[in-house]
């Protein structure tokens, strides 16, 4: 069973850089890319769900409009991670970020039809943006 | 855009509960799926996924769960509602070539 975890700083400060990094478990994820792809996924407090972005093997998409092209998604350093920047935070930014893992083989132009949801997520973590 | 209803959904246990989710595109593919998930974010725990392309239950999710629709209409329901069934639902757009979307989540909580 793949796990995820999500890392990186609990307090940021505003107009400064979020990184976080999703390590996963017992798999590389630019070889496991080919089968699976990465979603971010974030909830503010006292708020729903919203799609962050996605990255595969393709490249990142950006989901959310509102965030104006402030999110960057990436393999991390290392072969076992991917990676959210986001730019520019202010206190709206403050929220719990998941990632999670895509079943779904990654296609240019086409859908899989053998795609079966986002089945694997990380515990999450806080971030708080305050000076 | 991705419209839930109802946005709170009391009920009694072992009773029935739906919850409706309308796309503002249609999210049939022309391979013949639909494109749209359901998740539940219990209270202090990460999303879990319910339901996938419309109607496909996902490993592990009791057969109390289902769901049904197509096109922009669907309808996630629970059979017989449990306790630990409490949390937030959310509909999840995920039509290949558009952003992912959720809906607002209905809360569903015991009377």
């Known amino acids: 069973q793949v796990l995820l975890q999500e890392s990186g700083p609990v307090l940021v400060k505003p107009s400064q850089t979020l990184s976080l990094t999703c390590s996963v478990s017992d798999v590389s994820v630019s070889s496991a890319s080919v089968s699976f792809y990465w979603i971010w996924v974030r909830q503010p407090a006292g708020k729903g769900l919203e799609c962050i972005g996605r990255?595969?093997?393709?490249?990142?998409?950006n989901d959310n409009p509102s965030l104006r092209g402030r999110a960057t998604i990436s393999m991390g350093r290392s072969k076992n991670q991917v990676s959210l920047e986001l730019h520019s935070m202010t206190a709206a930014d403050t929220a719990i970020y998941y990632c999670?893992?895509?079943?779904?083989?990654?296609?240019?132009?086409?859908?899989?039809?053998?795609?079966?949801?986002?089945?694997?997520w990380g515990q999450g973590t806080t971030v708080i943006v305050s000076s | 855009v991705m419209t839930q209803s109802p946005l709170s959904l009391p009920v009694t246990l072992g009773e029935p509960a739906s919850i409706s989710c309308r796309s503002s595109?249609?999210?049939?593919?022309?391979?013949?799926?639909?494109?749209m998930d359901w998740y539940l974010r219990k209270p202090g725990q990460s999303p879990q996924l319910l339901i996938y392309k419309g109607t496909f239950r996902a490993s592990g999710v009791p057969d109390r769960f289902s769901g049904s629709g197509s096109d922009t209409e669907f309808t996630l329901r629970i059979d017989r509602v449990e306790a630990e069934d409490v949390g937030v639902y959310y509909c999840?757009?995920?039509?290949?070539?558009?952003?992912?979307?959720f809906g607002q989540g209905t809360r569903l909580e015991i009377k």
């Open positions: 990255y595969s093997i393709y490249g990142e998409s």
């Open positions: 595109l249609s999210l049939l593919h022309r391979n013949g799926f639909d494109y």
């Open positions: 999670g893992r895509i079943n779904s083989r990654p296609t240019v132009g086409g859908a899989d039809p053998s795609y079966r949801g986002v089945d694997v």
């Open positions: 999840m757009q995920v039509l290949p070539g558009f952003p992912f979307i």
